[in-house]
């Protein structure tokens, strides 16, 4: 395919590099000179493994050239891979100055070629900078529609500075965000052959897990810092503690606990953490991350009272009240304390779940429920029906197959769904239902 890369930095260099010598026909475009200078001397512009061999090699077979010239760029290519930067504002907001620049001057150019060309954005963007700011941008300036005069792509990269040109040969993943299958397509045609999953999803998605990505990184890097400093404080070998954290992969490395839900609760997580935090506090080591864990938790919390204060309804339905499904324990469970705020804000509140009897809780299961909510007697219902009679909203919190079952669809209570019900998606596109974070 005969490409074009808008952007000769780390990500376009090597793009620009390894497409070229899979066999396309490769323009780089970059306002800097000397970039382009460099690049048709078949010298790479950026320091990395072997992008210098690379770009010697296939500068001198003729598969890459570079120009300042997007006309010129334009005219020659078929598929636009865009790759400038988008750095942080002052205040942290993202810097999309370049990108709309560069945009701007392709759209004039696809306006005077004529022809079908697929614009594929690979810089990072917050999820609906393409729809929202850059399609228009191309649509005002080429005087057609995305998706039917040009065609319209995301495709985040994935490459690691240092190691980029084995990332590209050998990426964890291809996100492509797709504005019609057209384009899609166009997308994959640049990477036939090369390894690792492939995900065809919609533009914003493909914006989105880029930031997905990087952040979950930036987590596990602190939290392995942090981490380390507490057990350095104790005493302790943070990295064989590490290398046993890491040998389970069922709970620890693993999809375990990453699907938005639901706070978590119980009687284990909020108390270690708050031991955690509290053993590093006396050690004077400073841990951002884990102390921010629990008020984070209880935010996400807070955002089930707003979704029902939202709907101006008093009459609340709670599907759920123990921590996890199969148990009967209250203590800490995030449940509790969601019915307990709801209660203390006056909501006319009738509860149901088929672990929970008031008779049967002993110990500090009961000791717990009747500090937390003394008057749990006068707000447990007998069935799944006695709730949904009683409530204008009802929230879910338990997966009890008698629950799901009986929960209406359009007509009835709204429905707040704290556990992204199976038949959630369908829900979506009815009246009446709200997804905690999704």
Same mark, same amino acid.
């Given at each position: 395919?005969?490409?074009?890369?808008?952007?000769?930095?780390?990500?376009?260099?090597?793009?620009?590099?390894?497409?070229?010598?899979?066999?396309?026909?490769?323009?780089?475009?970059?306002?800097?000179?000397?970039?382009?200078?460099?690049?048709?001397?078949?010298?790479?512009?950026?320091?990395?493994?072997?992008?210098?061999?690379?770009?010697?090699?296939?500068?001198?077979?003729?598969?890459?050239?570079?120009?300042?010239?997007?006309?010129?760029?334009?005219?020659?290519?078929?598929?636009?891979?865009?790759?400038?930067?988008?750095?942080?504002?002052?205040?942290?907001?993202?810097?999309?100055?370049?990108?709309?620049?560069?945009?701007?001057?392709?759209?004039?150019?696809?306006?005077?070629?004529?022809?079908?060309?697929?614009?594929?954005?690979?810089?990072?963007?917050?999820?609906?900078?393409?729809?929202?700011?850059?399609?228009?941008?191309?649509?005002?300036?080429?005087?057609?529609?995305?998706?039917?005069?040009?065609?319209?792509?995301?495709?985040?990269?994935?490459?690691?500075?240092?190691?980029?040109?084995?990332?590209?040969?050998?990426?964890?993943?291809?996100?492509?965000?797709?504005?019609?299958?057209?384009?899609?397509?166009?997308?994959?045609?640049?990477?036939?052959?090369?390894?690792?999953?492939?995900?065809?999803?919609?533009? =914003?998605?493909? &914006?989105?897990?880029?930031?997905?990505?990087?952040?979950?990184?930036? $987590? *596990? !890097?602190?939290? +392995? #810092?942090?981490?380390?400093?507490?057990?350095?404080?104790?005493?302790?070998?943070?990295?064989?503690?590490?290398?046993?954290?890491?040998?389970?992969?069922?709970?620890?490395?693993?999809?375990?606990?990453?699907?938005?839900?639901?706070?978590?609760?119980?009687?284990?997580?909020?108390?270690?953490?708050?031991?955690?935090?509290?053993?590093?506090?006396?050690?004077?080591?400073?841990?951002?991350?884990?102390?921010?864990?629990?008020?984070?938790?209880?935010?996400?919390?807070?955002?089930?009272?707003?979704?029902?204060?939202?709907?101006?309804?008093?009459?609340?339905?709670?599907?759920?009240?123990?921590?996890?499904?199969?148990?009967?324990?209250?203590?800490?469970? =995030?449940?509790? &304390?969601?019915?307990?705020?709801?209660?203390?804000?006056?909501?006319? $509140? *009738? !509860?149901?779940? +088929? #672990?929970?009897?008031?008779?049967?809780?002993?110990?500090?299961?009961?000791?717990?429920?009747?500090?937390?909510?003394?008057?749990?007697?006068?707000?447990?219902?007998?069935?799944?029906?006695?709730?949904?009679?009683?409530?204008?909203?009802?929230?879910?919190?338990?997966?009890?197959?008698?629950?799901?079952?009986?929960?209406?669809?359009?007509?009835?209570?709204?429905?707040?769904?704290?556990?992204?019900?199976?038949?959630?998606?369908?829900?979506?596109?009815?009246?009446?239902?709200?997804?905690?974070?999704?």
């Amino acid at each position: 395919m005969r490409v074009s890369v808008f952007g000769l930095g780390y990500v376009g260099c090597v793009s620009a590099a390894c497409l070229a010598s899979m066999g396309h026909e490769v323009i780089g475009v970059d306002v800097n000179q000397v970039k382009v200078d460099l690049v048709n001397d078949g010298k790479a512009p950026v320091v990395e493994e072997r992008i210098g061999e690379l770009t010697a090699e296939v500068v001198r077979t003729g598969a890459l050239r570079a120009t300042t010239d997007v006309r010129e760029a334009i005219m020659g290519s078929e598929v636009s891979l865009i790759c400038v930067g988008t750095p942080s504002e002052p205040n942290g907001a993202l810097c999309t100055t370049y990108l709309e620049r560069v945009t701007e001057q392709i759209g004039k150019a696809l306006a005077e070629r004529g022809g079908r060309q697929t614009v594929v954005f690979r810089s990072t963007m917050l999820p609906g900078t393409c729809l929202n700011l850059l399609v228009p941008i191309l649509e005002k300036n080429v005087g057609g529609t995305a998706g039917v005069d040009f065609g319209v792509a995301v495709n985040p990269e994935f490459l690691r500075e240092g190691t980029s040109v084995r990332d590209f040969f050998d990426p964890p993943k291809t996100v492509v965000g797709e504005l019609d299958p057209a384009s899609g397509d166009a997308v994959l045609a640049l990477y036939e052959g090369l390894p690792g999953e492939v995900f065809r999803v919609p533009v =914003p998605t493909a &914006e989105a897990i880029k930031y997905a990505d990087n952040a979950f990184h930036g $987590l *596990k !890097i602190g939290f +392995a #810092n942090e981490l380390g400093a507490v057990c350095q404080a104790l005493g302790v070998d943070s990295h064989q503690v590490m290398d046993v954290f890491l040998a389970d992969r069922k709970l620890n490395i693993s999809p375990a606990y990453l699907r938005p839900g639901f706070a978590f609760g119980g009687s284990c997580l909020p108390k270690d953490l708050r031991s955690l935090v509290h053993a590093a506090r006396r050690a004077d080591i400073s841990v951002p991350i884990l102390s921010h864990v629990l008020p984070s938790n209880a935010d996400h919390l807070q955002r089930a009272v707003e979704l029902v204060e939202r709907t101006g309804k008093r009459r609340v339905g709670l599907f759920g009240l123990s921590f996890k499904p199969g148990t009967d324990d209250l203590r800490e469970s =995030p449940l509790v &304390e969601l019915a307990e705020r709801l209660f203390g804000k006056g909501y006319d $509140l *009738k !509860i149901h779940d +088929a #672990n929970v009897s008031l008779s049967r809780l002993i110990g500090a299961n009961r000791e717990y429920i009747e500090t937390r909510l003394p008057h749990l007697a006068q707000l447990l219902a007998d069935s799944v029906d006695d709730v949904l009679d009683h409530a204008e909203v009802c929230l879910v919190g338990t997966r009890d197959p008698a629950v799901l079952a009986a929960l209406p669809h359009g007509d009835g209570p709204v429905i707040v769904d704290l556990i992204r019900l199976p038949d959630a998606e369908k829900r979506r596109t009815e009246p009446g239902y709200m997804g905690l974070a999704w």
